[in-house]
């Protein structure tokens, strides 16, 4: 069985105020194209960012420059701490499906603040890894409504290129995704997100028609993979809280949970076993609960780009040691072998179905 880690002291969940403030990320620059300050959206991030005191930088035009640094790594630190408020291209009004998560993908925005080292964006997306924050919202909205179907349920994943919530304090972007899906009389909206700042939208009048999903991973791979993001406690309790009902407004959100990226590092069963039983304690109540089972895949870019992000990384990218997958293109990903998916799949799906008899899981990949 391959492992990523060496042997280690067993894990302890650390024990996090509840109280503690959300993490938030404060970018040190904040860039607005020309075009971006014509959208009201626009001028509302711009309020906010203001409000927040950040340094704003008005473009003299719709292109980003000067991005990059003397080195890769330069380039990604300086790409990291920039959000860049720009519109959504033409381009980006043509949806593509997205399955097994959903039936199409749009974008709030693109570029995630977060340092996760195997992060699925590299190689994804092209460039420094700036975060692209969209002004024209009102008109992507708009635009969702061309690819709802009127004979089923059609849902909408807005977090496929982004943490929209890692953002949402400097856009309200997600806020308003959500009310305008509870609009909706057959799209429902999906997002999946790392950090636990939900306060603002506890009380929005979602109908049940957004579904708020967390990111969860075993506590080595969360300690150690995941950089700028919330400790698993914390994430859990701010899924716990959506899920629960409240005073008054939207009521309480149906929720899932993605473990990702599945990894069969050392003692892997134990590690993934105490994850499982901590969701169990969180959600010791009656809710409409979805699991997403995502394993560690990577591709000949991808691994450049993670190594030139993150020269001293210890994640395992040894194509030797996996199997290759093809797809229609003729592209190659590296994932586990036939056996270790077997074996990881049903320990999963016996495990959780054992803790969460009621929950669904929607897939496994």
């Known amino acids: 069985m391959t492992t990523l880690f060496s042997p280690s002291l067993p894990f302890k969940t650390p024990q996090i105020p509840l109280e503690s403030t959300p ?90 603040p977060a340092h996760c080292q195997y992060c699925y964006l590299a190689g994804s997306l092209s460039g420094p890894p700036v975060v692209r924050a969209y002004a024209n919202l009102p008109e992507i909205l708009d635009n969702l409504r061309h690819y709802e179907s009127p004979n089923q349920f059609t849902t909408f994943e807005a977090s496929c290129y982004t943490d929209v ?46 579904r708020t999903r967390f990111s969860l991973n075993a506590a080595p791979i969360a300690s150690r993979l995941e950089g700028g993001v919330s400790p698993l406690p914390k994430r859990l309790q701010a899924l716990r809280r959506m899920a629960l009902p409240v005073a008054e407004g939207g009521g309480s959100y149906p929720i899932g949970i993605v473990l990702a990226p599945i990894m069969p590092i050392e003692n892997w069963q134990t590690h993934y076993a105490q994850l499982l039983d901590d969701a169990q304690n969180a959600f010791d109540f009656n809710c409409d609960l979805t699991w997403e089972l995502i ?17 001293s990384t210890k994640l395992e990218m040894n194509e030797a040691s996996r199997s290759e997958k093809r797809n229609k293109f003729g592209g190659v990903k590296y994932v586990y072998s036939r056996e270790q998916m077997k074996e990881m799949r049903a320990w999963f799906e016996s495990e959780i179905s054992a803790r969460f008899p009621t929950s669904k899981i929607l897939y496994w990949t």
């Open 295 to 311: 394993t560690h895949r990577f591709t000949p870019n991808s691994k450049d780009v993670l190594l030139s992000w993150y020269p």
């Open 23 to 112: 993490r938030a990320w404060m970018p040190k620059r904040v860039l607005f194209s020309p075009e971006a300050l014509q959208q009201s959206w626009g001028l509302q991030i711009l309020e906010r960012v203001q409000q927040l005191g950040l340094p704003v930088e008005k473009l003299a035009s719709n292109r980003l420059t000067n991005l990059r640094g003397d080195t890769e790594r330069e380039t990604y630190q300086r790409a990291k701490s920039t959000l860049a408020v720009v519109c959504a291209t033409p381009s980006q009004f043509k949806l593509q499906p997205i399955p097994p998560s959903a039936d199409w993908q749009f974008h709030l925005a693109q570029g995630c």
């Open 165 to 210: 919530l890692a953002l949402e304090h400097l856009t309200g972007s997600l806020a308003e995704t959500i009310r305008y899906f509870g609009t909706r009389e057959n799209a429902g909206l999906r997002w999946v997100s790392k950090f636990d700042a939900v306060d603002s939208l506890l009380h929005l009048p979602h109908n049940g028609k957004t």
